[in-house]
C-alpha cells in the first residue's frame, strides 16, 4: 500500500521561503517511467500541476507560474520529495498535495490529477502580506 505524507506548510510573509517535504512508503522509487509531483489547490479553484519529476530519471516538469520561484528534488535514499518554494507570493497560498504514479508523465500529462494514482492528504501555505 503506498502511502504519501507531507509535512512543512505554513504561514509566511510574501518574499519568504518554504520547504515542502513528502514522505513516500509503499512505492518503489526508481521506477523508469513512473513520476511524483506536486499539485495545489486554492479555495474555490481546480487543482493545479505544480511541478513533477521522473523518479527513475530526473526529468522535471514545473508550471509558468512557479518557475524561477519553486524547485522540485527528490531524495531516493530517503523516498522523499521535496518542493523548495522562494518569493511566495499570495496567490501561492493553497493547500499542496503530494502525488506519485508509475506511468508515464512526458508532455502535458505531468499536470493533469488523471495521471496520478496516489495522493497525500495535503499541508497548507498561507502567503500573507
Known amino acids: 500500500q503506498v502511502q504519501l505524507v507531507e509535512s512543512g506548510g505554513g504561514s509566511v510573509q510574501a518574499g519568504g521561503s518554504l520547504r515542502l517535504s513528502c514522505a513516500a512508503s509503499g512505492y518503489t522509487y526508481t521506477y523508469s517511467t513512473g513520476c511524483m509531483g506536486w499539485f495545489r489547490q486554492a479555495p474555490g479553484k481546480e487543482r493545479e500541476g505544480v511541478a513533477a519529476i521522473y523518479t527513475g530519471g530526473g526529468r522535471i516538469y514545473y508550471a509558468d507560474s512557479v518557475k524561477g520561484r519553486f524547485t522540485i528534488s527528490q531524495d531516493n535514499a530517503k523516498n522523499t520529495l521535496y518542493l523548495q518554494m522562494n518569493s511566495l507570493k499570495p496567490e501561492d497560498t493553497a493547500m499542496y498535495y503530494c502525488?506519485?504514479?508509475?506511468?508515464?508523465?512526458?508532455?502535458?500529462?505531468?499536470?493533469?490529477?488523471?495521471?496520478?494514482?496516489?495522493w497525500g492528504q495535503g499541508t497548507p501555505v498561507t502567503v500573507f502580506l
Open positions: 502525488a506519485a504514479t508509475d506511468r508515464w508523465c512526458g508532455g502535458g500529462y505531468w499536470g493533469l490529477t488523471t495521471t496520478y494514482n496516489y
